[in-house]
Structure formats: structure tokens, C-alpha cells
């Protein structure tokens, strides 16, 4: 893999993690309602979830798509009821101010890894970049597509999910915290809107 495409690999990768979308918004809320510390694992579980599906699609499993006409609608219906069910959980989230123990726990890391296995933002990434950037397919090609991703998840959700603690420190009160949250809910739920149209 040439320097030039491993640069422009790099360049895709922190347009698509760093841009809003499901995850981001989630980190978020994360942030806000649990603290950096807390939301680790949340952010560990997207790095590596985000690197199996770039590896399952660079292997091959993007062609199901292709092959199985109705895999596509199941996908879409299934991130958009694991999309409305975690808007549900942000929503009715309840607030606790600084200082308390938050109710409710963030994301867990194998909940965050296999959310993206179902997230359409993910795997257009993932199919897009193993078609655009990894062309040969190779192991050591794969393995470097793999590895700037996951290089370029740490400080993705790192900046998401800090940005809500700081959010969260002017969260003073539980109705404004809990208006953040509903906020956030709404955002996840507007990410469906491409699943919708698609």
C-alpha cells in the first residue's frame, strides 16, 4: 500500500469518525450524563467494532449485500429499532447532577462494538473504504485499513465524549440536563432519516 493511499485512507477516516452521526451523538450523552472515565468502554467498543466491520468488509462480507437483495431492509429495520431504543434510554435517562451517581450506566464495550455491525453509517464507511482504499484486498492491506481506523477512532471519541462532559458541567440542573437529553434522543432519532429514504 503506497504512502499516498494510505494518506488518503486517513483523510476518509477522520472525515467519516469525527463527522455527527449515531455514535458521536451518543458519546455525547455519554459525556455529559457518565463522565470520560465511565464512557470508556463505550468509546473502546466503537474502535473496535468499527475495525471488525472495516476487516468483515474488506474479507468479503460487503457482497451480501450484492447476493442477498433482502439483507439490506432487514439491516436498515434493525439499526433503526436499536436507534430508537437507545434514543428511548438517553431520553429517559434519569438526571443526576454533578457530584451524584449517575442512574443507568453508559454503553458497555461489547454493546458499543456490535452496535456497529447494524449502524448504517458504519458500514457505508467500512464498504466505501474497503472498495475506494484497500482495492487488492490483501492481508497487509486489510491489516492497515484496520489499523488507521482504529488509530483515528481514539482521538474521535475521545473529542465527542469530552466535549459532553464539558457540556455536562453546565448541565446544573436536572431539567436542563434532562433537556439535553432529550436533545440528544432527537438527534439520534433525525440519523434515521437516511435510513428512511434510502
Do not use: C
Not at 29 to 51: D, E, K, Q
Not at 136 to 148: K, P
Request: a positive charge.
Amino acid at each position: 500500500m503506497t504512502p499516498d493511499l494510505i494518506l488518503a485512507l486517513t483523510g476518509f477516516a477522520i472525515a467519516t469518525t469525527f463527522s455527527p452521526g449515531p455514535n458521536n451523538v451518543m458519546l455525547m450523552a455519554s459525556g455529559a450524563n457518565f463522565g470520560l472515565r465511565r464512557s470508556v468502554p463505550h468509546m473502546a467498543g466503537i474502535g473496535l467494532g468499527v475495525m471488525s466491520l472495516v476487516a468483515g468488509a474488506g474479507a468479503g462480507l460487503g457482497r451480501l449485500f450484492d447476493l442477498w437483495d433482502w439483507l439490506r431492509p432487514v439491516m436498515a429495520v434493525a439499526a433503526g429499532l436499536y436507534l430508537l431504543y437507545l434514543a428511548w434510554r438517553i431520553a429517559t435517562a434519569a438526571p443526576k447532577l454533578r457530584g451524584a451517581e449517575p442512574a443507568g450506566r453508559p454503553l458497555t464495550l461489547l454493546q458499543a462494538a456490535a452496535f456497529q455491525w447494524v449502524n448504517p453509517k458504519a458500514w457505508a464507511m467500512a464498504l466505501s473504504a474497503t472498495t475506494l482504499y484497500l482495492p487488492d484486498r490483501s492481508m497487509g492491506t486489510l491489516a492497515v485499513g484496520v489499523l488507521v481506523f482504529g488509530l483515528v477512532s481514539v482521538p474521535s471519541t475521545l473529542l465527542w465524549t469530552s466535549f459532553g462532559q464539558q457540556v455536562g458541567r453546565w448541565l446544573t440542573s436536572t431539567a436542563r440536563l434532562r433537556a439535553f437529553n432529550a436533545v440528544m434522543a432527537g438527534l439520534i432519532v433525525l440519523s434515521l432519516v437516511p435510513i428512511l429514504i434510502a
